[in-house]
């Protein structure tokens, strides 16, 4: 496996200053205290009333108090980490580096041979995952596709086909309530070796979205307790559409979202103290004549970043949402258009760890080169949040006095040495061997490069006890989820 | 160290682009009795073709290529002198190359010449802003078989022009192949004024060059 290679930046992006962060957490704990939380769960219900929440068990609406909810979330950790089943798959959590991932969970998929759109199955989910284990932008995989040739059970079995085809941690989106979840935890167990070393060393965390305005899901939120209990990082996203499930001001969005991911945030930090949690926004604006979601408007790029602000400002880490174009076709004007800004941004912004790559038609379309364009976007936007290096070595005064006026810097040792660690776009600057031309269609191109990951590339494979224990929890799973 | 070790390290230290490593063991070889036409072939030669191999496959970049070439070149300068009368470097063909009249681009010139040195060319640069007199003359001097002539200036490409016609006032055209290049020249370009043939960079000038002299490429 490649090394990962993760965006570092130098560069600092902020549109939410010290006064507007605390306008918007004052909001949120104004909402949460007033209006409340739909929560329809027993057991969180349970908990809440518990902890001194103003609980309505009729309409399911849960009022916070403000101590209540700085209480639990003063114990959130800000830093922690999460790993594969591999050296070198670590990533700290610890605001000096984002890690990317993939996007998810798409269901229809372009077939890697036919080219034909069908539904998406577990095959999609594997092939991904190897592509995923060998690109150095992708530190950890979200299965990018429902594995829809199974059943109930098709969100286990995207976790084993990400766990058999790459080494990297693995992120699931799609596990929910609580037999699935501890299903899923038993899978975590045979990666990391035991329970023990899984939360020292998490080789799976869940991402768990609420429902806006101001809901949690129930499957969502009992898998997260469960997550919460047995170490597994869990994080919640809201995805408020603005003017439909959300005030269309950016403030009040962001304000009702934060209390939506706080709730449930808090409600983790209220089963299990201290457990590794994280905070997401990916708000965006309804469409005026049709209430759909528009993927790409400058409004939702705002509050990506104003999303990664407020999180750190409750000293939580964050999840921050890239790319995800909307168009249909890799290679477009448009496609380079909606990756660019969030894809920048976010991590300027300092999102820990930031979704994803490699889906069309708002995450979800599995289009397989894609992954390959999103992939050069993303080592361009590394290399911009690097900076300028005004090091010595980067000053190079040296070789400016030893190639003098009118030479050239081909022949300094110091112009191989640094050529030699840069990063090349190339798909739109293809190098050219000598007696090869590159194709000049840049979607060939990419495909090209991703069949040869495809041919070439093999994940290291777990070892055969692992493997088996995870058929036996499948099938187990099985029997109990699809009957 | 054995002779096939020190033969071993000259070659290596131009696949690695190390010209005073490999002067240093260019002197060793001398030093150590070697046959300086065995180092040249089986040592430099090995290893400048080894340059070739991985620029052409992509894993090598120009800055490997040239500096590798320079070490191929310092050695040779140290190698060659030592050959016996009847001992001579094989060479794929003489060449004089300059930047013509009126025209001070000098980089791209000097980098077709390095890529056809450590291809095996013996190349004479003449320098920048030369008059088309002077590269005949330096073409019959040399016995050279081929002329690459650079212009990058809209306004100094009919100087390539001149070359050719003053190669067949000269009587020499049949002796003596030119091959174009810069930025503005183009194949058509090449074919309006008779020369025999333009290359876009470097790399392809010597694949032209080998053509040109007949050699497989």
């Known amino acids: 496996m490649p090394g990962l290679e993760p965006i570092r930046p130098q560069l600092k992006l902020e549109v939410l200053n010290p006064d507007e962060l605390a306008s918007i957490k004052a909001a949120t704990l104004h909402v949460l205290e007033q209006v409340g939380i739909h929560v329809p769960s027993e057991r969180a219900l349970r908990v809440f009333a518990e902890r001194g929440a103003q609980v309505d068990r009729e309409s399911q609406i849960v009022r916070l108090p403000p101590g209540l909810v700085m209480d639990a979330m003063n114990l959130a950790p800000r830093s922690y980490q999460l790993c594969g089943r591999a050296a070198g798959t670590e990533l700290a959590l610890d605001g000096t580096a984002s890690y990317f991932c993939t996007d998810g969970c798409g269901v229809y998929a372009l077939d890697f041979e036919t080219g034909q759109q069908r539904a998406s199955c577990k095959d999609d989910v594997a092939k991904m995952a190897r592509v995923s284990d060998y690109l150095s932008s992708i530190a950890f995989y979200w299965p990018m596709v429902s594995a829809q040739d199974h059943a109930w059970t098709a969100p286990l079995h995207e976790l084993d086909a990400s766990f058999n085809n790459t080494v990297k941690h693995v992120q699931t989106e799609t596990v929910m309530g609580e037999k699935a979840a501890r299903y899923a935890v038993r899978m975590a167990e045979v990666i990391a070796g035991d329970a023990a070393d899984m939360r020292a060393r998490p080789p799976l965390s869940s991402l768990i979205c609420t429902i806006a305005p101001l809901g949690q899901d129930r499957q969502g939120i009992e898998a997260g307790m469960v997550f919460a209990e047995a170490g597994i990082p869990v994080g919640f996203m809201s995805m408020p559409n603005m003017g439909l499930t959300a005030p269309v001001a950016t403030g009040g969005a962001l304000a009702a979202a934060s209390a939506e991911v706080v709730s449930a945030m808090v409600l983790m930090q209220l089963v299990a103290p201290g457990a590794p949690t994280f905070y997401s926004i990916v708000a965006s604006v309804m469409d005026p004549h049709s209430a759909n979601y528009i993927n790409a408007i400058a409004e939702k790029y705002l509050c990506h970043v104003a999303g990664v602000q407020i999180a750190h400002d409750w000293g939580v880490p964050v999840l921050g949402g890239a790319f995800g174009a909307q168009n249909l076709e890799a290679a477009t004007w448009q496609h380079g258009r909606d990756s660019v800004y969030n894809s920048l941004m976010v991590p300027l912004a300092g999102a820990d760890i930031v979704v994803g790559l490699g889906l069309l038609r708002a995450s979800t379309l599995l289009v397989p080169e894609q992954i390959i364009f999103d992939d050069e976007i993303y080592h361009t936007c590394r290399i911009l949040a690097r900076g300028i290096d005004t090091s010595d070595d980067g000053l190079a005064l040296d070789v400016i006095a030893e190639v003098g006026p009118r030479g050239h810097y081909l022949a300094q040792r110091n112009t191989r040495q640094h050529l030699r660690s840069w990063w090349f776009p190339e798909l739109s600057h293809p190098q050219r061997p000598m007696h090869e031309s590159a194709p000049p269609d840049i979607r060939r191109r990419a495909r090209a490069k991703l069949d040869k990951i495809l041919r070439e590339h093999q994940t290291q494979p777990l070892d055969d006890a692992a493997t088996a224990e995870l058929q036996a929890i499948l099938e187990a799973a099985e029997r109990e989820l699809d009957a | ?217």
């Not at chain 2, 094989?90 to 010139?109: P, S």
């Not at chain 2, 010449?113 to 013996?122: E, H, I, R, S």
């Open chain 2, 1 to 217: 160290m054995s002779k096939e070790e020190i033969i071993t390290r000259l070659a290596q230290s131009v696949i690695d682009g190390e010209p005073e490593d490999a002067v240093e063991l260019a002197k060793q070889a001398l030093d150590e009795g070697l046959d300086p036409l065995v180092c040249i072939n089986q040592g430099l030669t090995a290893g400048i073709n080894r340059v070739g191999e991985l620029f052409a496959s992509g894993e090598y970049f120009l800055p490997d290529l040239i500096i590798g070439g320079e070490a191929m070149k310092a050695a040779l300068a140290v190698l060659e002198p030592a050959l016996a009368g009847d001992q001579e470097r094989q060479i794929l063909g003489r060449v004089v190359l300059g930047t013509v009249r009126g025209d001070l681009h000098e980089i791209g010139k000097t980098l077709v010449g390095t890529m056809l040195t450590a291809n095996g060319f013996l190349v004479t640069d003449i320098g920048i802003d030369k008059p088309a007199a002077d590269f005949v003359s330096a073409a019959r001097e040399a016995n050279a078989t081929l002329i690459g002539a650079s212009a990058l200036l809209t306004t100094t490409m009919p100087e390539q022009q001149k070359i050719v016609e003053e190669l067949k006032e000269a009587g020499l055209r049949d002796q003596v192949r030119v091959m174009i290049g810069g930025a503005p020249i183009t194949q058509g370009w090449a074919d309006k004024i008779g020369a025999d043939g333009y290359a876009e960079d470097a790399i392809s000038a010597v694949a032209l060059a080998k053509q040109l002299v007949g050699v497989p490429v």
